[in-house]
């Protein structure tokens, strides 16, 4: 145990290994690359709400208010079926959404996390109704988006 403690070991969630000065964050809208409407307005609004929620951080309009600058591109979006059924129709599908993104220190000119393939997975299921299927697609993009953003915001602040 006190190896682990040696080591830097810290519980998901707590702390953050940034600089101490870094407080203001600007995280201006995702770029989006993709033919996909909405997914740059979805992700940034998850990255934002979840990197408020898990440091004493200050999210502010500009970079030229913050000490940090967490940038990213959405440069691909993909749906690939992954089941079918007897018909041969698909039952569920992945959504693969890939980013570019970085964070960096305005203070002190320094990119601080930088993953120019960032991927984000979620499956997703076709519903029949009496009428007609009814597609989940949306809720999978609120799914995967709530994922990359955990994943991301925690690659950050924990410095994985």
Known sequence: MLTLIGCGYSLKGQ????????KKVAIPEFKNNTPRFELERIITEKVRELFLSRGDFEIVSTESEAD????GVITGY????????????ATSYNI????????????NDKVLFEDKNYIANQEYQLSSTDEN????????????????????????????
Do not use: W
């Open 78 to 89: 993909f749906t690939n079926p992954k089941s079918v059924d007897a018909e041969g129709r």
């Open 133 to 160: 299927f009814l597609d989940q697609e949306e809720f999978a993009i609120e799914a995967a988006a709530d994922e990359l953003a955990e994943s991301l915001v925690s690659a950050i602040l924990e410095g994985f």
């Open 15 to 22: 702390g953050t290994f940034l600089p101490e000065h870094i």
């Open 68 to 71: 940090a600058v967490l940038k």
């Open 96 to 107: 693969k959404i890939n980013l570019d993104v970085s964070f960096k220190d305005l203070v």
